[in-house]
C-alpha cells in the first residue's frame, strides 16, 4: 500500500458478500465429498499408509530407522511423478502418512513448483492467504491469523528476515530451488521454531533421493502488460527468469550433490490512485458550520466530496541471484551427513513519480460546475472544476540491497542398538539496506491552477485535467508547493538479523503403545540490529531553519537531469514531470541530519537466547480393532529477551537505554490419527503454542521526560510520563484442538473436512501503566527534579486474549474416476470459513488499527481446473480471500494498517512435454499471472464534520497481467 502526504483514515469493514467463487468452491467440496464417498466403496483395499518417518517432524530432526542413511533428510517425498497429478499426488501422500495435520506442495518436476513464487502456491492451500506487495504474493497467513503468529523454516531451520518482525518474505527464496513444502497447522514436541497459527517448513531436494544424476535448465521470458510508465528508471516491461540445477551421485551412490542456481529479472509496473480523504464542506453538515471551517465558494451544502488526492506510477525492478548446494554422505548403515547452503542476493530499484494536491476548504479552493449523484448519507460529488489548486509533484528514488545466507549441517548416527543420534548446526543471516529520497516540485511563486474532474461513485480509476501541463520543466520549479517545512527528504537504513543455533536429539525404539522416543534440546541466539538516519533537503540558496526557510522559493530543474514525462494518463492527466532524483538532490540541494522520534525509534537492537528441551514419544497401537498413530511431547521454552536502544524527549536524542526480561513456557502437544478403514482417517490435535511479540515492539526505544503538574491534588509535583517498546514483553500464548477426517481414493483424490478452536490465551495491544519505575532513565531537564520516579508509561504489554474458530473443506478429484471420457481431467478446491472474537480493547494504536486480528479474512477459498495427458498441461486457478486488516509499509519506511478489500486472482499454465524422441526431456511451458487484471483496493471510514461516518475508498492499485513463456530441458 502506498501513503504519501495523505490525510488519515480510519478502516471500515465491508458488508459480507457471498463471493461466486466461495459458493462454486462449496459446491465443489460438496461433489467431491459424494465423489469420494462411492469411490471409496469401489476402490479395492489397500494397505494402511504409514508415516515416512515414525514423526512427521522437521529435515533436521532424526527418524527411527536401522538405516539413517536412506531416510531422507526430508519429511516430504521426493517427486518421483512428474507433471501437475505427479506434483497432486505427492503433496497428497505427504499429507495422508503424516501423523500431524498438514498441508503440503510438491513441485512439478525438479525446479517447477506449481506456481511462479513459493508464496502463491502456499496461499492456494486450504486454510492459507496471501497478501500482495507490489502485486505478488509475498506473505502468508495461516487459518486468519497474521503473517507474524507463521513460523518459517528452511530444512527445519528457523531462517533470519529482512524485515523488522519475525514474517519471512517468501520473493527471497527462488521458488526453483525449492522441491516441497509443508504446512504444519498442529504441532508436535519436536518441531522448533513453531508458530501460533503454523509452520512452513520449506524444502530443498536430497541429491542420494535420486537413482541418477540429473541436470535441468529452465529459462523464462516475462512481459508485463502495464507499460513503461517512468522513462529514464531502466524499468521496462521484460524481464526474464534462468534457472540450471545440476544432481549427481557418487561413491556406489554413498556421496550426493546437488547445485542449483536461480536468477529473476523481473520488471513491475504500477498505477496507484488514492484519495486522501471525504468529507462535506459546507451546510448543517459541513466543515464550515460544525468545525468554524472556511466557506467553500461554489459547493453545494450538504455533499460529500474528496478532499485530496495522489496519482503516482512506480517503476520497479527486481533482480535477485540464489545458490543452493546440497552434500549429502552416506557412507554405509549407521552414518548420515547433510550440509545445506543457501546464499541470495536481491537488489530492487523503484521510481515513483505522481501529482497530488489538497482541496479541503482550509486550502480556499472554489468549485465550478459540480455535478452530484444521489448517495447515502448524503449526495457525491462527481464533476466539476476546482479552482485554487496548488500541485505536489514528488519524485522519489528507493533502492535496496538485501543478502541471505544459510547454513546448517546435519549428523545421524544409527548405534545399531535401538539407539540413534542427531547433531544439527545452523547459522542463519540477513542484511538489508535501504537508500530511500524523494524531491517535491511545484508552479512558481507559490502559483495555483485549477483541475476539472470526474471521480467514480466506487472504486477506478479518475479523470484529472489541470489547467497547466504538469509536464512540461519550463511550467515547473523546485519547491515546496503545500509548505511542509523542507524542499525534499533522504533517508539510509541498515538491518541485520542473525540466528545461530545447534541442536542435539537422542531416539531409541520402545515397545507398548509407543514405537519410539525423541529427546532433545535445542538452542539459539538471535540478535536483530536496526538503524536509521533520516535527512531534509534544502534548495541550494533556501535557508534550513524557521527563520530562514522559505517555502515559496524555487529553482528551475537542471535540463541535464529530466527524462521523458512520467505516464499519469489512467487518471486523465498526459504526463508529468520526470527527471534524475540523485542527480538532482547532489546539486541543487544539500541535507542536514533531522532524526525525530520516528526516526530514533528505528535505531534499536533485539536479542533473543532460546534453549529448547523436548520430549516426543511416537504412538503406534490399536483403539479397539482401529490402529493408532500419532506423538504426545512436550516442550520446555527458556526465553532471555534483551534490547538496546536510544532514549529521547520528542524529537530530540537524550542517550542510550537497555533493558530485557527473561520467562518460561510448558507447550505440550498430541496429535492422534485413526486408521478408520483402508482410506479414511480421524485426525485429532491438541496443543499449546506460543509466539513471541513483534521484534519491533521488543526493542526498548523510549520518549520519556519530566514535567510539572500545573494544577489539581498534584499541582507543583514534578512527574514522569513517556511511551515507547517493551523488551519485557512476554509472547502469545495460546491453546488449539484440531479434528480432520480425510478419505484419499484414487491415486490423486480426496476429501477432507476439518475444524479447528483455538483459544488465545492473551493479545499483546498499547496500554498505559501508571506505576511504571523511571529510575534507569535520564532526565535530560535539569530544571526539575522528579519528585518520585514512578510515572505512567504507554507500551505494548499482554492483555486479554480471545477466541478463534474455523471449518475447512477441501479436496482433489480426477476425472477419470468418474467417466473414461474425463481421463486427464481433475479439480482441486478448498473453502476456509474462520470467525474471531477478540476484546476491543485489543485494537492496536498505530494509525488504522486492526478491530479484528491483524490479516483474518472470514472467508478464504481456492478453486483449480486441469488437465493433462499426451504430453499436454493446462491449468487454471483462482483464489479469493475476503477483506481483512492488512499490515502495510507507508511512507518512510514505518508500519501502518490499512483494511484490503476482498480480492481474487485468476492465473492460467499451459505447457506441452516431450517424452521421447531426440526432444525427450524437453517442455514448454506459458504462464499468465493475474489473467484478469485484478487492483488492489482498500476502504477508509470518513468522519464528517456532523459525526456522520461514512464508508469510501482509499486506494486503487493495479499492476497488470505477468506473462511468461519458456522451456524446461531435464536430461
Not at 485530496?308 to 535477485?320: I, N, P
Not at 540491497?401 to 544439527?424: M, R, T, V
Not at 530485557?660 to 483402508?678: H, I, R, W
Not at 507543583?716 to 519485557?728: A, E
Amino acid at each position: 500500500m502506498h501513503i504519501g502526504h495523505s490525510r488519515g483514515a480510519t478502516a471500515l469493514r465491508p458488508q459480507p458478500r457471498r463471493h461466486r467463487l466461495a459458493l462454486g468452491c462449496q459446491a465443489a467440496l460438496f461433489g467431491l465429498l459424494v465423489a469420494g464417498a462411492a469411490q471409496a466403496q469401489d476402490t479395492p483395499p489397500t494397505p494402511p499408509a504409514q508415516p515416512q518417518n515414525e514423526s512427521s517432524a522437521p529435515a533436521n530432526t532424526t527418524p527411527s530407522t536401522k538405516k539413517p542413511a536412506k531416510p531422507g533428510a526430508t519429511t516430504l517425498q521426493t517427486v518421483v511423478v512428474t507433471g501437475i497429478r505427479g506434483s497432486i499426488e505427492s503433496s497428497i501422500k505427504a499429507k495422508q502418512n503424516s501423523d500431524d495435520i498438514i498441508e503440503a506442495v510438491s513441485a512439478e518436476d525438479i525446479g517447477k513448483l506449481p506456481d511462479a513464487s513459493i508464496a502463491e502456491s502456499l496461499a492456494r492451500l486450504p486454510g492459507l492467504a496471501t497478501q500482495r506487495l507490489d502485486g505478488r504474493a509475498n506473505v502468508i497467513s495461516i487459518r486468519g491469523l497474521s503473517p507474524d503468529f507463521a513460523g518459517t523454516t528452511l530444512n527445519g531451520r528457523e531462517q533470519a528476515t529482512i524485515g523488522e518482525n519475525r514474517g519471512v518474505e517468501y520473493d527471497q527464496y527462488p521458488s526453483e530451488l525449492i522441491s516441497s513444502a509443508a504446512v504444519y497447522k498442529t504441532p508436535d514436541a519436536s518441531l522448533i521454531g513453531q508458530g501460533l497459527s503454523g509452520t512452513v517448513d520449506l524444502h530443498t531436494i536430497r541429491p542420494l533421493d535420486l537413482e541418477k544424476r540429473t541436470m535441468v535448465l529452465n529459462l523464462r521470458g516475462e512481459h508485463t502488460t502495464n507499460g513503461k510508465l517512468n522513462p529514464g528508471s531502466g524499468v521496462g516491461d521484460m524481464g526474464h527468469r534462468a534457472s540450471f540445477s545440476y544432481i549427481d551421485q557418487f561413491l556406489d551412490h554413498t556421496l550426493g550433490v546437488a547445485v542449483g542456481f536461480a536468477q529473476l529479472d523481473s520488471p513491475i509496473q504500477e498505477k496507484q490512485y488514492q484519495a486522501w480523504w471525504w468529507s462535506v464542506d459546507n451546510g448543517p453538515a459541513g466543515i464550515d458550520q460544525n468545525w468554524g471551517g472556511p466557506h467553500t465558494p461554489g459547493m453545494p451544502d450538504n455533499v460529500i466530496s474528496q478532499e485530496g488526492m495522489q496519482l503516482r506510477a512506480k517503476s520497479e525492478q527486481q533482480k535477485r541471484n540464489g545458490l543452493m548446494t546440497v552434500i549429502e554422505w552416506a557412507p554405509g548403515e549407521h552414518y548420515h551427513s547433510t550440509l545445506d547452503l543457501y546464499y541470495s542476493t536481491f537488489n530492487q530499484r523503484q521510481t515513483t513519480n505522481g501529482v497530488q494536491w489538497s482541496s479541503s476548504p482550509y486550502d480556499n479552493v472554489s468549485y465550478d460546475n459540480v455535478g452530484t449523484v444521489p448517495y447515502q448519507p448524503y449526495p457525491l460529488v462527481t464533476s466539476g472544476t476546482i479552482n485554487g489548486i496548488a500541485p505536489i509533484l514528488q519524485n522519489q528514488f528507493n533502492k535496496e540491497h538485501d543478502k541471505l545466507f544459510s547454513a546448517g549441517w546435519n549428523n545421524q548416527y544409527d548405534f545399531g542398538n535401538e539407539w540413534q543420534a542427531s547433531a544439527d548446526l545452523s547459522y542463519s543471516t540477513a542484511k538489508k539496506k535501504l537508500h530511500d529520497a524523494y524531491l517535491f516540485a511545484g508552479l512558481p511563486n507559490g502559483g495555483l491552477t485549477s483541475v476539472q474532474f470526474q471521480t467514480p461513485i466506487g472504486d477506478g480509476y479518475p479523470n484529472f485535467t489541470p489547467g497547466v501541463d504538469l509536464a512540461n520543466p519550463a511550467n515547473l520549479v523546485f519547491t515546496d508547493p503545500d509548505n511542509y517545512g523542507y524542499n525534499g527528504r533522504e533517508e539510509f537504513d541498515h538491518q541485520k538479523d542473525t540466528i545461530k543455533a545447534i541442536r542435539l536429539e537422542a531416539t531409541r525404539t520402545l515397545g507398548w503403545i509407543f514405537s519410539s522416543m525423541n529427546l532433545g534440546v535445542d538452542y539459539s541466539d538471535r540478535t536483530k540490529v536496526k538503524s536509521a538516519d533520516v535527512y531534509f533537503a534544502w534548495l541550494n540558496g533556501n535557508g534550513s531553519t524557521a527563520g530562514t526557510y522559505d517555502h515559496t522559493f524555487g529553482t528551475p530543474i537542471d535540463p541535464n537531469l529530466l527524462y521523458g514525462p512520467t505516464s499519469l494518463s489512467y487518471g486523465g492527466i498526459p504526463g508529468a514531470l520526470n527527471y534524475d532524483v540523485l542527480g538532482a538532490l547532489h546539486s541543487q540541494f544539500y541535507v542536514t541530519q533531522r532524526n525525530g522520534l520516528a526516526d530514533y525509534n528505528r535505531n534499536y537492537t533485539v536479542r533473543e537466547k532460546v534453549p529448547v528441551a523436548y520430549a516426543k514419544f511416537n504412538i503406534d497401537s490399536h483403539l479397539g480393532d482401529v490402529p493408532l498413530r500419532g506423538n504426545v511431547g512436550v516442550q520446555f521454552v527458556r526465553t532471555d529477551q534483551s534490547s538496546q536502544a536510544l532514549q529521547t524527549n520528542g524529537d530530540t536524542l537524550v542517550g542510550r537505554i537497555a533493558d530485557g526480561a527473561k520467562y518460561n513456557e510448558v507447550l505440550p502437544s498430541l496429535n492422534l490419527v485413526a486408521q478408520l478403514t483402508d482410506h479414511q482417517v480421524l485426525r485429532f490435535g491438541l496443543a499449546k503454542t506460543m509466539a513471541r511479540g513483534r521484534i519491533d515492539d521488543e526493542k526498548v526505544a523510549t520518549s520519556a521526560s519530566v514535567f510539572q503538574v500545573q494544577d489539581g491534588p498534584a499541582a507543583g509535583q514534578v512527574l514522569w510520563s513517556g511511551s515507547g517498546g517493551n523488551p519485557k514483553l512476554k509472547p502469545y500464548i495460546a491453546v488449539g484442538t484440531d479434528l480432520s477426517w480425510e478419505n484419499y481414493f484414487g491415486t490423486s483424490s480426496y476429501v477432507a473436512v476439518a475444524v479447528f478452536n483455538k483459544d488465545l490465551l492473551n493479545y499483546i495491544y498499547n496500554q498505559t501503566t501508571l506505576d511504571y519505575d523511571f529510575s534507569h532513565y535520564t532526565n535530560d531537564n535539569p530544571t526539575l527534579t522528579p519528585s518520585s520516579n514512578i510515572g505512567s508509561f504507554t507500551r505494548p504489554e499482554n492483555g486479554t486474549g480471545g477466541k478463534m474458530q474455523g471449518l475447512e473443506l477441501s479436496g482433489a478429484l480426477e476425472g477419470g474416476l468418474l467417466a473414461d471420457a474425463l481421463d486427464g481431467f481433475g479439480v482441486q478446491a478448498n473453502f476456509s470459513l474462520t470467525n474471531s472474537n477478540i476484546p476491543k480493547s485489543s485494537v492496536s494504536s498505530i494509525p488504522g488499527g486492526p478491530a479484528t486480528l491483524p490479516g483474518l479474512s472470514r472467508k478464504v477459498a481456492n478453486l483449480a481446473l486441469y488437465y493433462e495427458k499426451h504430453g499436454f498441461s493446462a491449468r487454471i486457478a483462482e483464489r479469493y480471500r475476503s477483506s481483512f486488516t492488512g499490515e502495510a509499509v507507508a511512507l518512510f519506511d514505518q508500519l501502518g494498517y490499512t483494511r484490503v478489500l476482498a480480492n481474487k486472482q485468476t492465473d492460467l499454465q499451459l505447457g506441452y512435454a516431450f517424452d521421447e524422441g531426440r526432444w525427450n526431456g524437453l517442455s514448454i511451458l506459458l504462464q499468465v499471472n493475474n489473467l484478469t487484471n485484478t487492483p488492489d483496493k482498500t476502504q477508509q471510514i470518513s468522519g464528517l464534520p456532523n459525526s456522520v461516518q461514512v464508508a469510501r475508498p482509499l486506494e486503487y492499485d493495479t499492476w497488470g497481467r505477468t506473462l511468461m513463456f519458456g522451456v524446461n530441458y531435464k536430461l
